[in-house]
């Protein structure tokens, strides 16, 4: 099994008291690193991880009785598992490099024959048989993916897209239905690094929305984050991800005049800030009409609403500055 980072970062406070429900992918079981992993960094959720039967409509079946008895308050999906928790209509769902069309991932992939369980499971079986026919259940299991969208389901249910899954490419089917579709950093299956800075922002924001709660927020404005070299200034991404622990980011540029300036602000913010920037990015040459608590950015003369953090000022001349100043306020 895989081995947890002994280092990786724990958020006791997030999703604190409440059921998560993991739906692993295709051969594994609930018994991953990838469960190991959700434990360790939300340690006072419940995680629940059930191995899943190989055929497709047993899975189904069983997952929504689950869902019915244990009422989660968050479904994690990855690659087959993400088709699953997509067909779980009324609950809250991430899905992470979701194989939307599993039948013919079956296929592509060179699925067919003995198959070998890459995780223990609770049964002790360690092989199974991959038929044509249980290629078919898949396929037509999958023909009822998206058959309950509405609008309430799109604003519950979230899909994550490795840049460099090289096993399951379904980003433009499921934005297709879906709006909240991100592309972070990382390949087919996560690691510790793809799951802290890309699926634990999102969990945060549910968690907020099913909470009721306000964050502080904070704006950034691009000027403070590159350096002249058009590259991330020092620490400024480890701040940014101090940061987001207890306050609401908003990522702020000057309104373009062209559409390459705002692709190019766009791919910047996804290329070293990624997940975090999604849905967070504000436009605007009337940066003091910006309704928040804190600015951070380069401007020398401000007379906005939000309190100035100036970058490169004697009180703020690194962001390692800026994170210990913040640290200091305790999120306030």
């Known amino acids: ?40 960094v939300l340690p006072h959720a419940e995680v629940i991880a059930p191995d899943l039967p190989i055929h497709p409509k047993d899975a189904i079946d069983l997952l929504r009785r689950l869902c019915q008895t244990e009422t989660p308050d968050l479904i ?27 039948g013919d991932t079956m296929k592509e992939h060179g699925m067919i024959g003995a198959q070998h369980f ?33 609008d309430e389901e799109q604003e519950r249910v979230w899909g994550l897209f490795g840049d460099e899954d090289t096993t399951v490419n379904t980003y433009d089917l499921f934005r297709g239905h879906y709006p909240k579709a991100i592309r972070f950093h990382g390949e087919h299956r996560m690691n510790d690094n793809s799951f802290l800075h890309s699926v634990v922002p999102v969990i945060r924001w549910i968690d907020d929305r099913q909470e009721g709660r306000e964050r502080p927020i ?31 980011l908003y990522f702020v540029a000057d309104a373009p005049d062209n559409a390459s300036y705002y692709t190019d602000i766009n791919q910047w913010l996804y290329e070293y800030v990624n997940v975090p920037a999604w849905g967070h990015t504000v436009f605007t040459n009337q940066r003091q009409l910006l309704y928040g608590d804190y600015f951070i950015g380069t401007d020398q003369h401000w007379d906005g609403m939000a309190t100035q953090i100036c970058f490169g000022s004697d009180t703020f001349k690194t962001w390692d500055d800026i994170a210990s100043y913040f640290l200091r306020l305790g999120g306030q």
């Open 76 to 102: 994690i999906g990855t690659s087959m598992g993400g088709m699953y928790a997509e067909m779980l209509d009324g609950f809250d769902r991430i899905l992470v490099n979701p194989a939307m069309r599993m």
């Open 118 to 150: 890459s995780n223990p499971r609770q049964d002790g079986v360690q092989d199974f048989i991959v038929t044509k026919a249980l290629v078919k259940e898949y396929k037509d299991l999958t023909e009822q993916c998206f058959s309950a969208v509405t």
């Open 218 to 248: 904070i704006y950034i404005g691009i000027d403070a984050l590159k350096d002249k070299w058009q590259k991330p200034n020092s620490s400024s991404q480890k701040t940014i991800r101090t940061l987001l622990e207890t306050y609401q």
């Open 1 to 40: 099994m895989e081995q947890i980072n002994q280092y990786i970062k724990q958020f006791p406070e997030l999703f604190k008291g409440k059921k998560v429900l993991y739906v692993h992918g295709f051969g594994s079981s609930g018994q991953s690193g990838t469960v190991t992993r959700i434990r360790e």
